[in-house]
């Protein structure tokens, strides 16, 4: 969706509300912090720096996604794997790795 998007890196004292991560952040154990496209405001702010968090990269504000078009598109991809694992979904195996779709989808813009 945002592929040719432009984005940029930024300090974090350059971080404003409103804005939009253009890529998930991640902290120092490769471990989300917040997804990409999460929007950024002055409590989250406030709790990135008390993590250390000194670096975003951000949608350019003309490139920042709609949030209700963004929240459509993953609940069809939810959807899409409910529909992909309807035969499958109570077996053990399938739980565990549906679990980790569901993660890995709701992470994604």
């Not at 739980?95 to 709701?106: F, I, V």
């Amino acid at each position: 969706m945002h592929s040719a998007g432009k984005t940029s890196e930024i300090g974090l004292e350059q971080a404003a509300e409103g804005m939009t991560l253009a890529t998930a952040l991640l902290d120092t154990n490769g471990s989300v912090l917040l997804p990409q496209d999460a929007a950024l405001t002055a409590s989250v702010l406030a709790a990135l720096r008390r993590r250390g968090i000194d670096r975003c990269v951000v949608w350019a504000e003309e490139e920042a996604p709609d949030p209700e078009q963004l929240a459509r598109q993953r609940a069809l991809r939810l959807q899409r794997l409910e529909h992909l694992f309807r035969h499958c979904a109570d077996l053990p195996g399938s739980q565990a790795l549906l679990a980790q779709l569901r993660t890995y989808r709701q992470e994604q813009p």
